[in-house]
């Protein structure tokens, strides 16, 4: 989460000075530091512990439960990270905003990220429904509001708020779900998460070539983001069936 309120913000800011090669630079430098500081502070593993066999861990993948949850992982991926990716075009070319101001556009909409997740303590299904209804309501008014600068951007930052208060509850579900494999259940969200950025990405080009040009993302996000409501609505009634009391 911290990465998309510092990393991404300072990574466009030094595109612009450096160029786009210069980020990819400085993260091949950084790299290896990482790895020193992983070696040195993750411990290690111990002997003797209990060893997982493969058909264990792929067990998890014949549940239905979880298959909905990495579909609304992606779908919610495909609507708003993938119109994350181009958000500098309809920034600048659409509503006028200056180059230098979208790094700090950037920073409201990872700032939205920090926010979400608490409400999904308390209600965890309802909360990933609210999450993919609001996000498709902000990508499609943000759409329609594309020519006007101060409304885009606090959409941008609206959005990374919103579109995110499910992820931390998607994610424990799915680990909640993978049963006896908990890792590969985290794995498998976190996957689906970056499968959905990439097609949402890929989408997106396709989206700035259409009629609607900049406003283009914004829209086919809106759609995508509201096709996450299928998996997440239906894990919901699953849930409410499971935990309403049989009689007779």
Known sequence: MLANVVGVPLGAFAGQLMGWRGPFSILAVLAPAAMVLIAR?????RRGGQTVSIRSELSPL?????WLVLAACATTSVGVLGTYTYVAPPLTDRA???????PLVRVGFGAGFLVGGRAGDVRPYATTIKAAASAAV???????LSA???PTMAL??????VAFLGTPVLIALGVRFAGKAPTLGSALTVSAFDLGTAAGSWVTVLALGSPCQVAGPAMVGAA?????????ITSALIQGRRSRPAFG
């Not at 006028?96 to 979208?102: D, F, K, M, Q, S």
């Open 96 to 102: 006028g905003v200056a180059a230098a101001l979208v």
């Open 148 to 150: 006007f600068a101060v």
């Open 62 to 66: 014949r549940s239905g439960r979880l």
């Open 224 to 232: 995508m983001a509201a096709l996450a409501l299928v998996p997440t």
């Open 156 to 161: 941008v930052a609206l959005l990374g708020l």
């Open 41 to 45: 502070s993750v411990p290690k593993e």
């Open 138 to 144: 902000v990508l499609l008014t943000r759409g329609l």
